[in-house]
């Protein structure tokens, strides 16, 4: 867990790169037209200094949706990760009075959220961020799984990252968890590698490289019981 904005500055300048060619794959995989119009919540997991919800508003802009945020909720036990974030996001929509405060901060580990966390709406889009969180060891997916159930009732999107094929297996036993208790629609898995220019630390300098990754996407409409 990062403590101070010196290893925030220096996550970001050996990671970033990583995060995004990595995300910027998961997302084309997603059909982001069927926001177009829609109120869309946005859920940041481990979210770390919100480079999957940065990089997701960029990719958004690129392909020319707009995005209509009724919240983004990010979650991180890092209070200097988590207010970094925070002013990343600011940042990506220009310091919109609107959106700022659309954004909510939760400085908690995974397994310590409750309910009362996750304030949702049910005709809202939500987009759930995964970024190489579903991988680390130390929660309970089975408690997630029924979190999410009992939190986001409708229509939701997860988008789960890996850095690589290795750690396949949580991201496989957290699709199967909701592949067993609800119908799942838009389902894509990849652990292809992918290229793109990264800082390369044992040369101290950026190059263009191999970047390992595995990634399990899905929309699953959730209702309880």
Not at 66 to 75: A, F, G, R
Not at 80 to 109: E, H, P, T, W
Not at 131 to 158: K, Y
């Amino acid at each position: 867990m990062l403590s101070n904005e010196t290893e925030c500055n220096q996550y970001m300048a050996l990671y970033c790169g990583h995060h995004f060619y990595k995300l910027c794959s998961a997302y084309s995989s997603t059909r982001f037209e069927n926001i177009e119009g829609r109120n869309v919540e946005i859920v940041d997991w481990g979210c770390g200094q919100a480079l999957a919800t940065c990089i997701l508003i960029d990719y958004l802009i690129n392909i020319g949706i707009k995005l209509n945020v009724s919240s983004i909720t990010l979650i991180e036990p890092s209070a200097i990760a988590l207010q970094c974030g925070c002013n990343y996001v600011r940042q990506m929509f220009q310091n919109d009075a609107a959106v700022d405060s659309a954004i909510r901060k939760v400085s908690k580990y995974i397994d310590e959220l409750s309910v009362t966390d996750l304030i949702s709406d049910s005709g809202n889009i939500k987009i759930h961020l995964f970024s190489n969180i579903i991988d680390v060891e130390g929660f309970d997916l089975s408690q997630l799984h029924q979190l999410m159930i009992s939190s986001f009732q409708g229509t939701n999107r997860l988008i789960c990252t890996s850095p690589d094929n290795l750690r396949k297996q949580r991201l496989d036993a957290f699709y199967h968890l909701f592949l067993q208790s609800h119908q799942l629609a838009s389902e894509s898995n990849s652990s292809e590698e992918i290229y793109g220019e990264i800082f390369y630390v044992a040369n101290r300098r950026f190059e263009q490289r191999g970047i390992g990754r595995y990634e399990r996407q899905f929309t699953v409409n959730l209702t309880q019981g």
